[in-house]
């Protein structure tokens, strides 16, 4: 079990990549929105990781998350903007599909791995390999 102070900074940490992530994916928050998403996530990650582990697997899926709405965000900001959109906004909205669904399935899979990793236990120790006989003849 890690120190409590471990288990805060790793917190800290996680909700600082999750606010940043927040910040990219809408790109129209303020400040204190930041904060408040930060203050939130690390509430959040105090709550539900009980190890290093937890908090980075819950970051990362947050992360992930965050990564599959930017590409949503990017439409609807453009959407909202004119009714038709130009080339330079449709090539804009098709580079944030490609690098937000790969790097959502990326967090995403590494999350799974955390959180997989986080409820495994020590692997059993081998059984001995039986000798090899010899072949009778016939």
């Given at each position: 079990?890690?120190?409590r ?5 790793n ?12 910040w990219l ?12 998403a ?17 908090i ?39 580079s ?6 790969f790097?959502a ?6 999350s ?15 059984e ?7 072949r009778?003849?016939?």
């Amino acid at each position: 079990m890690s120190p409590r102070w471990i288990l805060f900074g790793n917190a800290a940490l996680g909700s600082a990549v999750v606010a940043i992530g927040a910040w990219l994916a809408w790109n129209a928050l303020s400040g204190v929105d930041v904060l408040l998403a930060a203050s939130v996530a690390g509430l959040f990650l105090l709550w539900r990781g009980k190890s290093i582990r937890l908090i980075w697997a819950w970051s990362t899926l947050i992360l992930g998350v965050e990564s599959f709405v930017w590409p949503l965000m990017t439409m609807v900001h453009i959407r909202s903007s004119t009714a038709q959109p130009s080339d330079e906004q449709m090539s804009t909205i098709l580079s944030a599909v490609l690098m937000g669904l790969f790097s959502a399935v990326f967090w995403i899979a590494f999350s799974y791995g955390l959180f997989k990793g986080a409820g495994s236990q020590p692997p059993a120790p081998a059984e001995p390999m039986e000798q090899a006989r010899p072949r009778k003849k016939r």
